[in-house]
């Protein structure tokens, strides 16, 4: 991939409301995100040897998300690092769409400037406007992220080898899907190796979840009756029964491999938590999973850098962000897999600016942001 140092210049006004006079005005660079630079260049490639094709013919740029669909302001005041950050961090003290102008009274939002926002080949500058009562606070860093606040995973639709999957694991350089018909089993590069249907087991769509430990695969069920189950690898189909909770809100399963630990997460409507067992699956503790409740529908676990996905949320702390539209059934090699998708491995924004000096923007004072791409894109 060719070296681009594409950034932005980050214009910010504050202006008296009722004299028009400038207050403030701070101009800086922004970074792009390295993953952006590096997936856009992947979905070209892809481009070019997939679309109009005389079989199969895809057109898969427009499968990755929108990362300048909007811009948010926080007060996040931590270090740049292009190469580590992917969450939009901080308290969001406003934000607008670049593509939608608003013109309702929302404490948060401002609207794109139609009248001064250039958009065209080799030239790109978007400005946004925060009247008195939108955005006021001390603002630390100014990102531009999607334009639903999802994070940009991109999605590979309609990959055949997990159409229908109820879960995915990963071992010695094979694939275990589970679906409705068995467990196939595919080589790293999807190839598949065979299909074992299943025996002694009839009940498969309660699946939610899998993990490999020690040769033997095993699957969570949404079931009281059979929780867990578990097959050898030889024979993943072969199932047999492992522990019942008796209570049918179970939805995910990892191995912790330092701990040694089993994970699972029980979602009853009283106390959603986390469940930790050892080897033998005897309980070792519980823990409560968040005081907010950002809807996990019995997700499946994952983790994941500093935190853990549950379902289709990344979760760290009490802060929960929206990942996908699909639970996340297996993070392998940089990529995200549910049924049907492999999303590939991003940042979460698309660029950020650490304010050299925070700026306060009060109810006395509008705001305009002008934003433009260096160097020009073409």
């Known amino acids: 991939m060719p070296a681009l ?165 990963h071992s010695e350089n094979k694939y275990y899907v589970a679906k409705s018909s068995g467990v196939y089993v595919y080589s790293d590069d999807w190839v598949l190796l065979g299909k074992f249907p299943w025996e002694g087991f009839s009940n498969y769509s309660d699946i939610k979840q899998s993990c490999i430990v020690d040769g033997f695969i095993y699957f969570i069920c949404d079931k009281s009756t059979y929780t867990i189950i578990k097959a050898s690898l030889d024979s993943p189909g072969k199932i047999t029964k492992v522990k019942d909770f008796g209570n049918g809100y179970t939805g995910g399963i990892l191995y912790n491999e330092k701990t040694q630990e089993f994970v699972v997460a029980n979602y009853p409507s009283s106390a959603r938590e986390l469940m930790y067992f050892d080897q033998t699956f005897n309980e070792l503790r519980r823990e409560p999973i968040l005081t907010t409740d950002p809807s996990y529908s019995k997700g499946q676990l994952s983790y994941f850098e500093d935190g853990m996905i549950m379902g289709s949320w990344f979760v760290k702390g009490a802060k929960a962000w929206r990942m996908t539209e699909n639970n996340v059934l297996l993070i392998h090699d940089g990529w995200l897999f549910s049924s049907g998708y492999m999303h590939r491995k991003m940042s979460m924004f698309g660029s950020r600016a650490l304010l050299a000096n925070p700026i306060t923007k009060t109810d006395k004072q509008v705001m305009k942001i002008t934003y433009e791409f260096i160097p020009p894109l073409n």
Request: glycine residues 8%; aromatic residues 12%; hydrophobic residues 40%.
């Open 5 to 169: 140092h594409a950034k932005g210049q980050l214009k910010i006004e504050l202006v008296d409301a009722s004299t028009g006079e400038l207050v403030q005005e701070i101009g800086q660079h922004n970074f792009i995100a390295n993953d952006v630079l590096t997936t856009l260049f992947a979905a070209a490639i892809n481009n070019i040897f997939t679309y109009r094709r005389a079989v199969d013919s895809q057109e898969v740029l427009y499968q990755y998300y929108d990362m300048f669909g909007r811009i948010i302001l926080t007060d996040a005041a931590h270090p740049e690092d292009p190469s580590k950050e992917w969450l939009i961090n901080g308290n969001t003290i406003g934000w607008a769409s670049s593509s939608e102008v608003f013109t309702g009274a929302d404490p948060l939002r401002g609207t794109v400037n139609i009248a001064e926002t250039v958009n065209r080949w080799g030239y790109v500058k978007l400005v946004f406007d925060f009247p008195t009562n939108a955005a006021n606070g001390e603002i630390k860093s100014v990102y531009f992220g999607p334009p639903d606040g999802r994070a940009p995973y991109t999605n590979n639709k309609g990959f055949a080898p997990l159409s229908g999957a109820y879960a995915v694991s």
